[in-house]
């Protein structure tokens, strides 16, 4: 008992996880009891036991995991976070629970289950169950197969996935155990119960006894629909829903709904897997289906149809199947082979469904066409085939095709083809059979009804009826009117027995008529109606459109009457009838009209008709007028009358008077009677005559317009278009032309043909009469109102000032909206009752005018051999084939759809592997949508998606190219065609960075234009949640764009739900977006209301749509300050939360309290993120040529965040007087608020840009003096400009210098002046050199005055690129048209030369000779010395800088800054460094400062204290003035990008890791660009240096850092890792590594790899795997002698370490062993006398004893193999390279290598002398004449080579001391004076220093070049580079040395050596001569006080240069023993 009462005191959570199991049975009975008290669901008691439920579940006591079973079920039921275990606990219930023998364990099992499903995890449990079914216990699978069931029985087939289920069933069936089967067979009953037939073709194979059994069991199910009976917790309502109904007697009706909904979602096609066939064809398919013999093609044929009668087909590249089925289809002879291929395509289009749509427009013309065959078998085929394909497309797609085929001649085509369109309709709703389709069907099926064929009659009858049935009377009717009642009342009764697919009535006339009570609610139906429901009832319903008409200016009360009436569409029968009557006037003789006259006429004015006597004509014409007035319009003979006006003179009568009322006589005839074409023809000649006449014309035009609205526009003026240009009188036509402009806005558009005008208005265009052509051209700028820009693709070929003028013609145009037609039958419409539909006629009118647009056929020129031209093998012959489809396009202009073979062919093209191709196939396609019109649709899917795949391309332009063909298509077709399908969300699919974010970009384009989209776009939605976490940023960006474009077509609820297949992690990440964008989402753009009533409906659309995603960015974009300002608020302190809650508050202040308060506030990190934002693109770039409305509303968005609200109101005033008053404030405020003026720096700038765009003289003035103040507080305040307020500023404060008025130029030169303390002088040059290239004269000059200065002020030095480059791009300027510019270009270079001299006119380079003697006359001129410049830069430039402090920068900035950072950027920014010799305020050593007080020198350098050793010996951190050499290669640019490298540099090794981060990325970005990468250039060993610093950093501190993440410490190494690879691709940058540092750098990478701590990382396998990668870079592309020389030295150091590890020594023997594998290839470059020196010192330190004492014999072996290969490559010439060994004695190198050759001498069996070692030195001596010459002309060579110059000038030191009679003359005599003093001064200098040295080993990188550069040179440069000027890195020793020099120099003792150890070390045998890079920091220290040295001597008197033989005062000496005794103080009391 006693250990009972032990685990009885344990609380709860302890007990169950006790190992007795009596303790857990207690603990979850206590458990148990706890969870059913808890109440409150979020409780945090749940989460304690989040962990134990998988434990309670898996318990291995049975008595124990029952009562865990029933507490886990209970808080699974209660607990909200129980979700989180789903699958850990279901898994464990199926693994440990299902196999329990005891029922209740497995009762309990599944109830957990069910349970999990009920909180919403049902695919979880799914997933789980799914997998248990692998499980090899049957026990646990009839568990699973049970679970699956109930959860399916209970919760519905909505809830639980079948798809899944039902690929597993077959599976199931074939299992051995009965159990199994049986439990399988129950589960089939239930899916069938939810999802009837859709079950039998997934089982369709399993065992037909099984089967049998099924089906058996399936028809005693009870036929109603099932019904959920379990519900989700999200799913409440409906479970109280379904309680009522149980409580009432469960009434079936109620709850039908969720259950009816469920069963339409299954088909059986869903549930189907894809099958792949393509593969699986015969190899000689294509060759057997062309083949001669039937049986072949036959054998052929069956093989695809066994392939296709698998139910759902895998989607590919089918083209070529179809294509070849297509022609057995339409050619074969063989109708048996003809029915087959129709199976073969009806098996693929059923197999496809919508893949197939794509082909579906190439196939249905070939079938119609077959349908000619009489054979019923081979008809029925094409039956079946056709109406597959219809269900794989839509009738719109097909439309063209069909309508085309109604004009055959042949009977049973036309008959095939009516029943086609019948079985069509079947299958559409009123909503897919809008008018526009309606229409040509109509109109084709009527001429059919009237067919001599009696079945062709039926055939179309029956499809009548069937439209009839599916779109309702209201909308066929209208094309109607003119079939008699018989055959009206066919169709009706036809339209009574058609069955639709559907199987219900839909939309016959009853049901419109009930639609119309309802009509009133429809708006209110929202959600679950759906949209489409809603929007049909207001189309149809007449009393809801009736306001709309009402107010687009149609009589209302009008409108009224005949619809209440229920009269029919009056108006369009009216319109209609009349045309139809009026056509068939037969033509009367003259006798029969004078008998009808004179009915109708008084008899006298019959006589006088033709009198001669005018005045009695007309008394005549009088009386003839008032007749007709007096005449009713029955009773009016119209032709009778106008043939008597005809009658002799006729239309030749002589006077105006007679002639004007016969005119006016003809136009009431017209109006009043019913007047005819025929009657219309008899009169027109005349009017067209009389037109032109000045006194009648006015009356000829008004007769004309009668007659145009009596017989229609469309007729008239074909007439009178012809009449006119068939005559020859000028005036006729141009008032014809002018008639017509003002008919066609009178009456309207539609009808009109366009074609014919066209070529009528060319005529006119080359008319002679002026007058014509003007007419013409008006005519064509109303034409323009109403067909649109496409109008003037027909007149590109005029002349271009003909063109010129019809463009101007339409500019006018644009905008307008064409006037509402006042005469003609549209006028009627509006009256008529059919308002609904006259609205949609007027829409077809302007989209019809495309249609008018005669069309040619290009399909005759698309031949086949062109169609092979364009799949030629040669590219060549590929674009001409392209260049002639363009040619063919273009003459077209507009095309029919049938373009033949040419669409798959430039599909293939779009993948051609040369891109100009791709681009040019992208333009024709984007020039046949706008040739082909809408009609392109039918191409869409088999074109049109392999555009979008191109959107994937890695070249921009070609992506740019497809976006625009993309665009130019969906602007014909609509998004409707592009969004149904598969297509799209396959693209998606694809995991292209490119081809996602571009796609995504074009839907968040498009979508929001959309009122509404198919159901297919649901397909792209799991592709857009991957997207949501693509590794691409700008993916993730545009995905998180477009999705509230997707919610608003989806809905919130629908994409939410799509969430559940996610991973959790995902899960919440996309919801968390979802949330997101709900309130983000727009609203769905509204249907265009009265615009449709505008011929112009299409721009009104736009513009809604536009208007409404407007709206949205607005919106959108208000929301993004307030996050900001919370996250501000967060972050600030206390003051500024207090000041934050001063701006909200301020609508209660009075005016005065106000504006009391900061004007700016500071945001942490505000700056920063903008800056980030701008470079991320998340923000436009602010680069403009005038500002536009997006960068300003961009400016405030970013201001409403930091600056006080009042003054942002001021600053964004639309008036002057407000900026004015906003700079006031500014000025104001400038002294007081310093820090919020700096953290608003860039958006005050920015502002002030825009200013600069006012023409406000007065704001500019007052920006200007700001600006003043702000650059000077800027300057006192220390503060350096960012690169991005530079760029955003300086380019449009360098416009202003341009301004015409003196004193806004005098102020912009004086900002500039003053800038150049803020920003470096040199990138200043940058913006003022682009300013030169201006048109603006004046801004040329002052830009090339303000050059001057720049030079003057800060030398050569400023002139970027290069000073060559500058001065030739100033030199241009010097021939310039405007005279003050050539002055100030003269001017300047006349500065420069004082600055520079002579040296001037070599940088130029060549000028004319013009310029050239301008030039030199004005420096003759000039008289200023070069030294005055000089001069006066020593005495001006140290004023700007001495008022520097580096303390209160400290303070300011904080620590964040490095100190060393500020000063290198002061040295950037000033620039004076490089310019003089005097020492400013940063970098001297405060000596007296640092003694005294120990403690500040914490608070001033707190980098010394903060971080470990390795931080304070960063080597970039000490800032290195020191003066360069002039080499023979001299280069001026290289000191100031080099002092922005080293500022880089210097971050690398920051103890910061993002800082760290971001200089790599800068570095690596020019690393990786080829042109930049040279940039580089000799700053390799300093940023290697800083980078293994960094490798150390993270070695010693940030892993063990337990508070940093790691993901952090893997960036980083990533970073550094990926870097150096970049800088080791570059060879040239590679080798200048030196052997010192790459030792290290080694040292530190191989530590990296071996390192377990990275191992453990999550990515800690790739970053070594990345490591390894690099070491192999590093071996292979560094010098090879450094790299060698540094693993030797290496290799002893790990060697003598006691605490190196064996495996660090053996990894740097492998990569010995790889150098060695690598030696044949690089022997020749690598300087053999250092390795042989390494070798020989590793001997030395390691004797033969010594190494076999090792464990490992590897080294001994590693080494010998070394040696053996150098003397294999190099015979016994390696002897030859032992010079750099004093004493060969101290080691046995030579002893070995004697060895070895006379073993491998003896091997070859040569005869050669085998002497001992004195005989191998003996060769060594004698060293033969011939080589000499071939040893020095080596040496010279590499003396004369860039690189090798050091190592050439000691190689010829060596070889003259050891041939002291060697004779070099010849080699000198042919070089220049200028190389022969370099070599005799590098000699002098190399044996000074080996003198001083004591014959210390030169392999410590020691360089004559070096040496050069402690001679101080006219040049004033001071090289800011670390190192010497070529890049390679020295050792100590050599600072030694130059000391030693300097102290003799000064007259010092050099004996006394007391130095610190450092130096002592050297001389010990023991220690490796590859200087490491600490030693070298060391050095740095050493020399920065030496050259201090230097500078305090030079100031005395800068412009005297020092020689070797100098002496210097005592003063000196003193100093020198002054500072170091200082440096020793400052030491010891640090220590």
């Known amino acids: 008992m006693g250990d009972d009462s032990e685990w009885m005191r344990l609380p709860i959570d302890q007990k169950c996880e006790h190992k007795l199991w009596k303790a857990r049975l207690n603990g979850y009975e206590e458990a148990l009891k706890l969870f059913e008290k808890i109440d409150d669901e979020k409780s945090p008691e749940w989460s304690k036991y989040l962990g134990f439920i998988k434990k309670f579940v898996i318990d291995s006591n049975a008595v124990a995991q029952l009562k865990g079973l029933e507490a886990a079920l209970v808080y699974v039921e209660n607990a909200h976070v129980a979700g989180k275990t789903t699958g850990e606990v279901v898994s464990g219930v199926v693994n440990k629970v299902f196999n329990q023998p005891k029922a209740r364990a497995k009762e309990l099992g599944i109830d957990i289950c069910l349970m999990f499903v009920e909180i919403e995890k049902g695919e979880v449990v799914q997933e789980e169950l799914l997998k248990g079914l692998d499980n090899k216990n049957p026990k646990i699978i009839v568990a699973c197969i049970e679970t699956l069931r109930r959860a399916l029985s209970e919760f519905g087939s909505k809830i639980i996935s079948l798809k899944p289920i039902i690929k597993v069933l077959p599976k199931l069936f074939e299992s051995r155990e009965k159990a199994v089967r049986d439990e399988a067979k129950l589960l089939a009953v239930e899916i069938y119960r939810w999802i009837r037939d859709a079950l039998r073709p997934p089982l369709q194979n399993i065992n037909s006894v099984q089967l049998k059994e099924l089906e058996e069991e399936w028809v005693k199910l009870p036929s109603a629909a099932p019904k959920q009976t379990r519900f989700l917790r999200s799913q409440q309502e409906m479970k109280a829903k379904f309680e009522q109904q149980q409580a009432a007697g469960g009434d079936a009706d109620g709850g039908g709904d969720d259950g009816d909904e469920a069963i339409p979602q299954v088909d059986a096609y869903e549930l189907l897997e894809a099958v792949e066939i393509l593969s699986k064809l015969p190899k000689d398919f294509y060759d057997k289906i062309e083949a001669k013999k039937w049986q072949e093609r036959k054998e052929a044929l069956e093989a695809v149809e066994v392939l296709v009668k698998n139910p759902k087909l895998e989607a590919g590249d089918y083209a070529d199947l179809v294509k070849a089925l297509k022609k057995v289809v339409g050619k074969d002879t063989n109708v048996m082979l003809v029915a087959l291929a129709a199976k073969c395509l009806a098996g693929l289009a059923a197999g496809l469904r919508k893949k197939f749509g794509q082909y579906a427009g190439h196939v249905v013309p070939t079938i119609l066409e077959k349908f000619k065959e009489k054979k019923p078998q081979v008809v029925q085929a094409l039956q079946e085939a056709i109406d597959a394909i219809f269900l794989t497309t839509t009738l719109q797609n097909l439309s063209e095709d069909i309508l085309a085929v109604m004009d055959n001649k042949n009977p049973t085509i036309k008959q095939q083809t009516s029943l086609f369109i019948a079985r069509s309709f079947r299958h559409c709703s009123p909503s897919t059979l809008p008018k526009g389709l309606l229409k040509p069907f109509c109109a084709a099926l009527l001429k059919h009804i009237n067919d001599s064929a009696p079945e062709v009659r039926d055939a179309a009858f029956e499809a009548l009826a069937t439209a009839l049935k599916v779109a309702g009377e209201k909308a066929v009717n209208p094309f109607l009117t003119d079939v008699d009642k018989l055959k009206l009342d066919r169709i009706k009764e036809c339209a009574e027995k058609v069955e639709l697919a559907g199987g219900g009535k839909a939309g016959g006339g009853a049901d419109r008529k009930e639609s119309k009570p309802m009509a009133g609610k429809a708006p209110v139906l929202s959600g679950a109606a759906g949209d489409k429901d809603t929007k049909e009832n207001v189309v149809k319903s007449g009393p809801l459109k009736k306001a709309p008409a009402a107010k687009a200016g149609g009589p209302p009360k009008k409108g009224k009457q005949p619809a209440a009436g229920g009269v029919g569409s009056t108006g369009t029968k009216g319109k209609k009838g009349a045309e139809v009557k009026e056509i068939f006037e037969p033509e009367l003789s003259v006798e029969v009209c004078e008998e009808k006259a004179s009915a109708v006429l008084p008899a006298s004015c019959i006589q006088q008709l033709d009198s001669s006597n005018w005045k009695e004509r007309l008394a005549c014409m009088e009386e003839f007028q008032k007749a007709v007035e007096l005449m009713d319009k029955t009773e009016m003979p119209c032709q009778a009358l106008v043939r008597m006006l005809a009658k002799k003179p006729g239309w030749k009568e002589t006077n105006f008077q007679v002639m004007q009322i016969k005119l006016h006589i003809v136009a009431l005839v017209a109006q009043k009677g019913t007047f005819s074409k025929t009657s219309a023809q008899i009169v027109l000649d005349g009017l067209v005559d009389k037109i032109g006449d000045v006194k009648c014309g006015n009356n000829a035009k008004e007769a004309l317009t009668a007659i145009a609205e009596a017989c229609q526009l469309p007729w008239t003026a074909e007439q009178v278009m012809s009449m006119a240009f068939s005559q020859k009188n000028p005036k006729n036509q141009s008032e014809t032309l002018n008639w017509l402009s003002n008919a066609i806005k009178e009456f309207g558009f539609s009808g009109l043909n366009v074609k014919a005008f066209i070529s009528n208005v060319k005529t006119a265009l080359a008319a002679t009469n002026p007058a014509v052509r003007t007419s013409a051209i008006t005519l064509l700028g109303v034409l323009y109102l109403y067909v649109g820009p496409s109008l003037r693709m027909f007149f590109e070929d005029e002349k271009p000032a003909l063109l010129s003028q019809i463009d101007a013609e339409f500019e006018k145009m644009q905008g307008q909206t064409p006037p509402a037609p006042t005469r ?135 992506r740019a190219a497809s976006l625009a063909t993309i665009n130019a298509w969906t602007e014909q077709t609509g998004m409707k065609e592009w969004l149904e399908g598969e297509d799209l969300s396959e693209e998606l699919k694809k995991e292209n960075p490119f081809l996602r974010q571009e796609l995504l970009g074009w839907l968040a384009e498009k979508l929001p234009t959309l009122r509404t989209v198919p159901s297919d776009l649901f397909l792209c939605v799991p592709h857009l949640y991957s997207c949501l976490e693509d590794r691409n940023g700008d993916v993730r960006k545009k995905a998180q764009d477009a999705l509230p474009f997707f919610m608003m077509h989806l809905g919130f609820e629908k994409m939410a739900k799509a969430t559940g297949k996610l991973k959790p992690a995902s899960k919440d990440q996309v919801l968390a977006m979802l949330e997101k964008a709900k309130a983000n989402m727009p609203a769905k753009p509204a249907p265009p209301k009265s615009c449709s009533r505008a011929v112009g409906a299409a721009p009104g659309k736009c513009q809604t749509a536009s208007g409404s995603g407007e709206d949205f960015m607005a919106s959108s974009v208000d929301t993004k300050p307030d996050l900001k300002k919370a996250k501000a608020g967060g972050t600030a302190t206390k003051t500024k939360s207090i000041q934050g809650k001063k701006v909200p508050s301020k609508s209660n202040l009075k005016e005065d309290d106000d504006r009391s308060g900061p004007i700016f506030v500071i945001v942490p990190g505000g700056k920063e993120q903008r800056m980030k934002d701008e470079k991320g693109l998340k923000v436009l770039k602010w680069n403009f040529t005038t500002p536009r409305d997006e960068y300003i509303e961009q400016l405030k968005t970013q201001m409403s965040t930091c600056v006080a609200k009042w003054l942002q109101d001021e600053m964004f005033h639309s008036d002057f007087q407000h900026h004015n008053k906003a700079i006031a404030v500014m000025v104001e405020h400038l002294e007081s608020e310093k820090d919020g003026v700096i953290s608003c720096l860039d958006l005050i700038l920015k502002w002030l840009t825009l200013r600069f765009f006012d023409t406000n003289t007065s704001v500019l003035m007052k920006a200007l003096e700001y600006l003043k103040l702000l650059f000077t507080m800027l300057n006192q305040e220390e503060y350096h400009l960012t690169e991005n307020e530079a760029t955003s500023f300086i380019p449009y404060l360098v416009l202003k210098v341009g301004e015409p008025k003196d004193v806004i130029r005098r102020d912009v030169r004086a900002i500039l002046n003053r800038m150049c303390l803020v920003y470096p002088a040199s990138k200043m040059f940058t913006f003022i050199m682009e300013g030169t290239k201006s048109k603006n004269s004046k801004q040329r000059a002052e830009c090339l005055e303000e050059l001057g200065c720049l030079v003057e002020s800060y030398g050569m030095n400023v002139c970027q690129p290069t000073p060559g480059k500058a001065l030739k791009e100033m030199a241009i300027h010097i021939g310039d048209r405007d005279n003050t510019v050539r002055n100030a270009a003269l001017n300047t270079i006349v500065t420069v030369y004082n600055v520079h001299g002579d040296q001037v006119f070599k940088l130029i380079g060549n000028l004319s000779e013009k310029d050239m003697s301008m030039l030199e006359e004005r420096i003759k001129r000039s008289a200023k010395r070069p030294n005055a410049a000089v001069t006066r830069q020593v005495e001006e430039k140290p004023q700007r800088i001495q008022s520097v402090s580096a303390n209160t920068n400290m303070l300011r900035k904080g620590p964040a800054e490095d100190m060393s950072s500020k000063l290198n950027q002061a040295r950037n920014m000033s620039g004076h460094s490089e310019a003089t010799h005097t020492v400013p305020r940063e970098f001297q050593l405060d000596l007296d400062e640092i003694e005294n007080d120990n403690g500040t020198v914490r608070c001033e350098m707190p980098a010394l204290v903060q971080h470990k050793l390795d931080d304070i010996l960063e080597p970039v951190l000490i800032p290195e003035p020191k003066i360069r050499a002039v080499s023979p290669h001299f280069d001026d640019m290289h000191s100031n990008t080099a002092s922005t490298i080293n500022f880089v540099i210097s971050q690398v090794a920051s103890g910061d890791i993002n800082t760290s981060i971001q200089a790599l990325a800068q570095i690596d970005e020019v690393l990786r660009q080829e042109d930049k990468a040279e940039a580089m250039s000799g700053h390799i060993d300093q940023f290697l240096i800083a980078t293994f610093m960094q490798l150390r950093l993270i070695y010693n501190t940030h892993m063990a850092d337990e508070k940093l993440d790691k993901d952090e410490i893997v960036k980083l190494y990533s970073c550094i890792i990926g870097n150096m690879i970049s800088l080791f691709r570059i060879e040239s940058l590679a080798r200048e590594a030196s052997a010192g540092v790459l030792k290290d750098l080694m040292h530190g990478l191989i530590t990296l790899m071996l390192d377990s701590r990275v191992e453990d990382l999550e990515e800690g396998q790739q970053v070594i795997r990345s490591v390894n ?363």
Request: glycine share 6%; net charge neutral; proline share 4%.
């Open 824 to 958: 003609g039958s549209s006028r009627h419409t509006l009256g008529s009752g059919d308002d609904g539909e006259e609205g949609e006629d007027q829409e077809e009118a302007g989209s019809d005018v495309v249609d008018l647009l005669p069309r040619a056929d290009i399909s005759d020129k698309i031949t086949s051999e062109l169609v092979s031209k364009i799949g030629d093998k040669n590219w060549k012959i590929r674009k001409e084939g392209l260049d002639e489809v363009a040619s063919i396009i273009n003459e077209a202009k507009f095309i029919q759809p049938n373009i033949g073979e040419l669409a798959p062919a430039l599909k293939s093209r779009l993948n051609d592997s040369n891109k100009i191709l791709v681009q040019q196939t992208l333009s024709i396609l984007q020039q046949l949508a706008t040739s082909m019109g809408p009609n392109i649709k039918q191409h869409v899917k088999n074109v049109g998606i392999s555009i979008i795949t191109i959107l994937g391309d890695s070249k921009s332009n070609v």
């Open 1669 to 2031: 990668l690099l070491v192999v870079q590093v071996l292979e592309k560094s010098d090879q002698t450094n790299i060698l020389s540094a693993l030797l030295v290496l290799l002893q150091d790990s060697l003598l370490a006691t605490a190196s590890s064996p495996k660090f020594s053996e990894l740097v023997m492998k990569c010995l062993w790889r150098m060695v594998r690598l030696l044949p290839e690089t022997i020749n470059t690598i300087n053999l006398d250092r390795i042989m020196l390494d070798i020989h010192i590793f001997m030395k330190v390691f004797p033969k004893e010594k190494l076999k004492q090792c464990k490992s014999e590897l080294t001994i072996r590693t080494l010998k193999t070394l040696i053996h290969t150098l003397c294999k490559l190099k015979g016994p010439k390696i002897l030859d390279h032992l010079t750099m060994i004093d004493n060969k004695n101290e080691s046995e190198l030579e002893a070995h290598l004697c060895r070895v050759m006379k073993h491998s001498l003896d091997q070859t069996g040569s005869k050669t002398d085998k002497g001992t070692e004195k005989g191998a030195s003996r060769i060594d001596e004698k060293s033969p004449k011939a080589k000499v010459n071939d040893i020095l002309a080596e040496i010279f060579k590499k003396i004369g080579s860039k690189e090798n110059t050091k190592e050439g000038l000691a190689e010829l030191y060596e070889y003259k001391k050891k041939y002291s009679d060697a004779d070099i003359e010849p080699f000198l005599k042919n070089s220049s004076q200028f190389f022969q003093s370099y070599v005799e001064r590098g000699l002098r200098l190399i044996e000074m220093e080996r003198e001083g040295k004591g014959r210390i080993p030169s392999s410590t990188g020691v360089s004559p070049q070096t040496e050069v550069s402690c001679i101080p040179t006219p040049t004033n440069t001071v090289s800011s580079s670390i190192g010497n000027s070529n890049g390679e890195e020295v050792g100590p020793s050599v600072y030694l040395e130059r000391l030693k020099i300097l102290r003799q120099r000064c007259g010092l003792d050099n004996a006394k050596e007391d130095r610190p150890p450092l130096t002592s070390q050297l001389s010990k045998p023991s220690v490796p001569t590859v200087a490491s890079s600490t030693d070298m920091l060391h050095s740095k220290l050493s020399q920065l006080r030496e050259s201090r040295e230097q500078y305090q001597h030079i100031d005395t008197d800068s412009n005297q240069t020092h020689s070797s033989g100098t002496t210097s005062s005592s003063s000196t000496a003193s100093n020198i023993d002054d500072l170091k005794k200082r440096l020793e103080r400052i030491k010891s009391s640090r220590k």
